[in-house]
């Protein structure tokens, strides 16, 4: 069974960091490429960034370009999102996605972890 | 202006048919639509990808579309269980970046 799990969310202050960690396993995680997706409270899905396998390409969303970094340890079959300069407006529940390689189709999703930044 | 535009709430009775459209600017190019299904309190999962596939345990009453920039999701044998959020996306390569619309509100009256 393909499970992610995220974890790391918590409340945390402007201005500061924090890094996501998703727990994948049931499936050959080096092989696929991931996606970070977040939701605003009562708001829509929003794409942040994408890895690809062996860690490359990457892409980040604009809303998130320069604070946040995604990585992979494919050893642990992990994935992370190291998030900077944090705002209000990050406020969310952060998702893991399996990416599965046919047209940008996230396959398995995560059950999200809760990131508050406030004051 | 987002790439893509969903109606922000759609609505039918049960057993009836009801269709979500997605409608993409005119500069996203040549993209392939993916639908996802959240319904309330979980997480979204993948309803339709490549525009019309179904993964696996989907129900045959989910089908999609697409017609040039813009795709469309139909339900048919509305069932109270569907009632949930739905939103389309899709990889825009000429903005290198991943894109959902902002998702369709579906009421089961």
């Known amino acids: 069974e393909v499970r992610l799990v995220e974890s790391g969310g918590t409340l945390v202050q402007p201005g500061g960091s924090l890094r996501l960690s998703c727990a994948a396993s049931g499936f050959t995680f080096a092989s696929y490429s991931l996606n970070w997706v977040r939701q605003a409270p009562g708001k829509g899905l929003e794409w942040l960034a994408y890895i690809g396998r062996g860690g490359s390409p990457i892409f980040y969303g604009d809303a998130v370009k320069g604070r946040f970094t995604i990585s992979r340890d494919d050893a642990k079959s992990s994935l992370y999102l190291q998030m900077d300069s944090l705002r209000d407006e990050d406020t969310g529940v952060y998702y893991c996605?399996?990416?599965?390689?046919?047209?940008?189709?996230?396959?398995?999703w995560g059950q999200g972890t809760l990131v508050t930044v406030s004051s | 202006q987002s790439l893509l535009t969903q109606p922000p709430s759609a609505s039918g009775t049960p057993g009836q048919r009801v269709s979500i459209s997605c409608s993409g600017s005119s500069n996203i190019g040549n993209v392939n639509f993916n639908w996802y299904q959240q319904l309330p309190g979980t997480a979204p999962r993948l309803l339709i990808y490549n525009n019309y596939e179904r993964p696996a345990g989907v129900p045959d009453r989910f089908s999609g579309s697409r017609s040039g920039t813009s795709a469309s999701l139909a339900i048919t044998g509305l069932q109270s269980d569907d009632e949930g959020d739905y939103y389309c996306?899709?990889?825009?390569?000429?903005?290198?970046?991943?894109?959902f619309g902002g998702g369709t509100k579906l009421t089961v009256l």
């Open positions: 996605t399996r990416d599965s390689g046919t047209t940008g189709a996230d396959d398995y």
């Open positions: 996306a899709a990889w825009v390569g000429v903005v290198t970046s991943r894109v």
